[in-house]
């Protein structure tokens, strides 16, 4: 399993994880970009509530993500019975 290290908002971690290099830059960009959009909307805070909104944030768009699935995958099993009981088919 491949270790890296990641410096985020000035913060050096080290872990490691199956995921590949892509999907950790990827997430490393992801909450670097969050980080940038609280800071600039919440000012001069201190880490531990930049890091909690950045929490929130995250969790927010998680369970959005999440709900919007379960929503498209209604809508996909709808068409599937429809076309599955279409007498034209």
Known sequence: M?????????LEI???TDADN???EAAQAFI????KELVAGAGDISKE???TYLLLS????YLVAQDK???LEGKIG???EKTSTDPGR
Request: proline fraction near 3%; avoid cysteine.
């Open 22 to 24: 892509v999907r950790i």
């Open 69 to 71: 699935l379960k929503r």
């Open 49 to 51: 509530k930049l890091l």
């Open 58 to 61: 995250l969790a927010d768009d």
């Open 2 to 10: 491949p270790r890296y290290t990641l410096t985020l908002m000035g």
């Open 32 to 35: 670097e970009n969050k980080h």
């Open 78 to 80: 709808e068409i599937l």
């Open 14 to 16: 080290s872990f490691k």
